[in-house]
């Protein structure tokens, strides 16, 4: 590089010494983290909780070094050298510094919560301990600069969550921590072999110097490439038919670790399917893009149908972060179709939405899932049908976890709605690509997301009314106290993110901006002057305005019916009971039968089963008693998974055959084989 | 202008409702109460006292004024008289339906807050109706914005397209179909129930009384003169100024108050001669209006207009 000013010289030398700072912060920052790995072993016990402070103080250093690479040019990191022609690599760039931030944000809150809620706890020192290492592996796996590195922290991220699901060391936690142990492995066996398909043709482990042979890996390679990477990134962030092992790994892990899995650790498969798909590949075939608005949508309103479904708190966000994840794949596939047919500023727009979306999905599951961690450290149970009232007894809880619920519900004017209504406009400008499949895939796409949108309203409804409305179901909701300040804290902070992201989105997208950029090479056409207009003017909206008019208008709403029916009496009195007295919980409308419309609706999706079981004094006239019980079908669960484990398990027990124990028979293979290979080999 | 349009929609909504039921009341035999009961009914119940349900929680308080400032937000980006918009408002037919779906959102939750069985049934159902209206509504809308190259419900209006396309037809026979379901009107809920077992809306809003009833009410008239302006808006959009100021304002304004009359007059119509069906029949009724919009759509991609 030829120096010939001054000037340059002293930029190039303040480039370097802000990469050394930005560096040295990322190493401060994992030492921060690790250094409460250890203490989270060696602290006194009673003080443990306390050792989540030191991956706050972590979570700030990344927060900074990865809003810094959003804006500074790109950089080749730290190596750590393993042995003469390999080593640990870490590069960085806009679309990890991204990354690194939505990590840093869900991280930072939810350590305070995690001081607040394993006060006390037994072996809180080795929940700790796989904490702090889950979060380090994530940073790892969005800094990683070469294959292996990925890969090492890719499955130290999996070991330690599965030392987390199976903290609470119970019959249910051991069978999901197996589950998912195998499904990631499953995951994880696409992603080495599309690294070793990568490798092989471009010559080289490192991403940068794949990304620049990118082009000579014949077509058929690339398909199969970008194949496994959907499957094996798609296992991780759960979409349609991979996603099994989600609602049974949630629901156990201890409910600190949860935000942190279904926030951030199924976005690090996005990152993924991003680095691989969209950064090293480039461009692709029309069909990817529409398979991935398939799979997507696919995802989307199935995830949600099976959400609505439970009455399980955690299994119900749980099934609703494969919704999200599917919500997020639409934008990352109308992104596709616009780069295959060239489209630029579209695809920056689509990716735009799609990476917005995976932050505002990290911001309200965490603080969902934190609401829902609340309720369940108080109350004792995560089934809601015994839960009612609770916005009594925690009204703080409830009052954030209903502004979580608005959320995402994408109701304006919080954060959801916005990522929502920008993946609505991607798909729409859809109808301006050339191809007539695009044109069809692209409305329905967005009636899809319609359909999730009433879906999703429906299941929230269900959930935030069944638990925190109405009278209390049993005595856990009654004996619920508010949780902890520290835990209150963390989910105020995530709440008001949740609104200025909503009502602000020029902040959130300043984020997202960067990083589109460095994947389409195209920068985000977004006017964000007074209000958002699409790229080539299709659509408007103005959030703040919206908000400011929402808050006007209700303010002026009651001071006209002060100024209109004056000083009026309020009588409490008791519910309406049609005169029968003594109204009481169990007539209560229940959260099963609330989506018994549904059930019946879409009963060919649903299959539900019912069984009643009818006992009588004198048939048919005098009933002892009834006996009803209901549930849906689990169809993946049922007619994939279950035929395939049968057959897995059959030929293995055919193949134990083999292995009869007898040294005569094994000595009678080698004999065998050893002729076989006289005969063949020569 | 554009900053009465807002007033317009706030003050002669429950003028609206009142022709529905005159005309209804008519096409029955009866004489009916007259076109401005609605406001009588507003007045009466804000003098009111209000009895609460002791099992309530801020919830049910909150409801009403929510419900009342997302519809009327609403009616700031829908054209009225003129296409201009006011206070820099911008919104599209996407904003449309969410705003609604903030207040619905609300409405169920208050429906579930007083513990009662109605209450429940009733937040049910509406989002199960939701559920069958939305993509419909969206799918007809889309069709519609494409043409225009815009989702703006100003700007769809302003192109002037309307109707210029068979898509077009089946596009507003689908939204009529989910203007029906969204309004509460037979065959899909009866406005006039308060027998338990068939209300929807009504449900809801069993337990609110006094001033908040009159918020609710309001807010249902808002929205429902909000969705016939959007219809006319995008498929009749004959007569709509396109500038600012109240000069030239005559012909938008007997425009507009022809196409209401027309609109509430057809909603009475329908409301007399059908019955309500069966809630589990709404399916393929709302299904159907989904293969309309569908239909709609490849029409429209096929024919390239």
């Not at chain 1, 292996?148 to 051991?174: G, H, K």
């Not at chain 1, 690090?268 to 997507?296: H, K, M, N, Q, S």
């Not at chain 1, 009481?584 to 059930?599: D, I, V």
């Not at chain 2, 159902?125 to 225009?148: C, N, Q, S």
Request: contains cysteine; positive net charge.
């Amino acid at each position: 590089m030829a120096l010939d000013q001054p000037v340059d010289l002293l930029r190039a030398f303040f480039a370097f010494f802000e990469n050394m700072v930005v560096l040295n912060t990322f190493i401060a920052g994992s030492a921060c983290i690790l250094f409460g790995a250890i203490a989270s072993l060696t602290l006194l016990s009673k003080a443990r909780n306390y050792s989540y402070l030191f991956s706050s103080v972590g979570s700030l250093l990344f927060l900074a070094a990865g809003g810094y690479l959003l804006y500074a040019p790109a950089f080749a990191g730290a190596a750590i050298p393993v042995t003469s022609n390999f080593s640990f690599g870490f590069s960085f760039d806009a679309l990890a510094g991204f990354f690194v931030v939505l990590i840093s944000i869900v991280s930072l809150f939810l350590s305070f919560y995690s001081v607040g809620l394993t006060r006390g706890i037994r072996h809180g020192g080795y929940l700790s301990f796989f904490y702090h290492l889950l979060l380090l592996s994530m940073y790892g796996v969005v800094l990683s600069s070469n294959i292996v590195t990925f890969l090492v922290c890719w499955e130290t991220m999996a070991v330690a969550s599965y030392f987390l699901i199976v903290f609470d060391r119970n019959a249910e936690a051991a069978k999901a921590g197996l589950f998912t142990v195998v499904m990631t492995h499953i995951g994880t066996v696409f992603i080495i072999a599309l690294f070793l398909v990568l490798a092989r043709f471009t010559g080289s482990m490192e991403f940068s110097a794949m990304r620049s042979a990118a082009a000579s890996i014949p077509s058929g390679a690339r398909n199969l490439i970008f194949i496994f990477a959907l499957i094996g990134f798609g296992t991780k962030a759960g979409i349609i038919p991979l996603h099994t092992w989600i609602p049974r790994a949630y629901p156990v892990a201890p409910s600190n670790v949860t935000p942190l899995m279904s926030g951030v650790m199924i976005k690090t498969a996005v990152y993924g399917f991003l680095r691989i798909c969209l950064d090293v590949l480039g461009p692709g075939p029309e069909w990817w893009g529409i398979l991935v608005i398939a799979v997507g949508a696919a995802s989307a309103v199935l995830g949600i149908l099976y959400a609505v479904m439970e009455s399980d708190l955690k299994v119900f966000l749980a099934y609703s972060s494969v919704e999200n994840v599917g919500i997020i794949l639409m934008g990352i596939g109308a992104s596709m179709t616009f780069r295959n047919s060239a489209m630029h500023p579209l695809a920056s727009f689509a990716l735009a939405a799609a990476l917005f979306h995976a932050l505002n999905h990290a911001l309200f599951k965490s603080l969902l899932f934190q609401g829902a961690g609340s309720v369940v450290h108080a109350a004792g149970t995560r089934n809601m049908e015994q839960l009612g009232g609770l916005l009594k007894n925690m009204p703080w809880t409830g009052a954030l976890f209903l502004a979580g619920t608005l959320a995402i519900t994408a109701l304006p004017p919080l954060n959801g709605f916005v990522s929502e209504w920008l993946t609505y406009q991607a798909l729409l400008l859809g109808f301006k690509s050339s191809s007539v499949v695009v044109k069809i895939v692209s409305p329905l796409g967005g009636a899809a997301l319609a359909l999730t949108g009433a879906i999703v309203a429906a299941g929230f409804v269900k959930t935030f009314a069944t638990t925190f409305l109405g009278m209390p179901r049993s005595e856990h909701a009654i004996d619920a106290r508010e949780s902890s300040p520290w835990m209150i804290a963390s989910m105020s902070l995530l709440a008001f993110l949740c609104l200025i992201f909503g009502v602000f989105p020029g902040i959130p997208l300043m984020l997202v901006s960067p990083a589109v950029f460095s994947i389409t090479g195209s920068s985000l056409d977004l006017d964000l002057h007074g209000s958002m207009v699409t790229p080539q003017a299709t659509a408007s909206l103005s959030t703040t305005a919206l908000a400011l008019s929402l808050v006007l208008i209700a303010l002026a709403a009651i001071l006209f019916v002060r100024l209109a029916g004056g000083r009026r009496r309020t009588v409490i009195a008791d519910s309406w009971d049609c005169g029968i007295p003594a109204l009481n919980s169990h007539m209560q409308y229940t959260a099963a039968a609330f989506t018994k419309p549904l059930r019946i609706i879409y009963k060919r999706i649903y299959l539900p089963n019912r069984e009643l079981k009818v006992s009588y004094i004198v048939k048919p006239f005098f009933v002892r008693s009834i006996t009803y019980g209901g549930e849906i079908t689990p169809f993946f669960e049922r007619y994939v998974y279950e035929p395939v484990m049968r057959g897995m398990h059959t030929a293995a027990t055919k193949i134990k055959l083999l292995q009869s124990g007898s040294l005569q028979l094994y000595l009678g293979y080698i004999l065998i084989t050893l002729i076989a290979l006289l005969i063949f080999g020569t | 202008m554009e900053y009465l349009q807002l007033f317009i929609i706030i003050l002669f909504s429950p003028l609206v409702n009142g022709v529905i039921k005159k005309v209804k009341a008519n096409m029955q035999g009866r004489t009916g109460p007259g076109v401005l009961q609605p406001y009588y009914d507003l007045l009466r119940l804000l003098r009111k006292d209000m009895v609460i349900s002791r099992v309530t929680s801020w919830i049910f308080s909150v409801t009403p004024y929510v419900v009342f400032a997302s519809v009327t937000a609403a009616a700031l980006f829908v054209p009225v008289l003129t296409t201009r918009t006011a206070f820099g408002v911008k919104g599209d037919v996407i904003a449309l339906i969410y705003v609604f779906a903030l207040g619905r959102f609300f409405l169920a939750l208050a429906g579930l807050d007083a513990g009662t069985a109605f209450g429940g049934e009733g937040s049910s159902r509406e989002m199960t109706v939701a559920i069958l209206v939305e993509p419909m509504m969206m799918l007809a809308l889309f069709t519609a914005a494409i043409t225009a190259g815009s989702t703006n419900i100003a700007s769809i209006s302003g192109a002037h397209r309307a109707l210029s396309s068979p898509s077009h037809l089946l596009a507003l026979s689908a939204l009529v179909i989910a203007i029906i379901a969204e309004t509460g009107r037979v065959p899909v809920d009866n406005p006039d129930t308060h027998l338990e077992l068939t209300m929807i809306h009504e449900g809801m809003i069993l337990e609110y009384s006094g001033r908040y009833l009159a918020l609710m009410e309001w807010a249902h008239y808002i929205k429902q003169m909000i969705l016939f302006t959007v219809v006319v808006d995008i498929f009749v959009p004959v007569g709509i100024a396109q500038t600012a100021g109240f000069s030239g304002m005559t012909v938008p304004a007997v425009s507009y108050a022809v196409k209401m009359t027309v609109l509430a007059v057809l909603m009475a119509a329908v409301e007399s001669t059908r019955a309500k069906v069966r809630f589990f029949q709404l399916p393929s009724i709302l299904g159907g209006a989904f293969v309309l919009a569908f239909l709609a759509l490849v029409t429209h991609i096929m024919m390239g207009k």
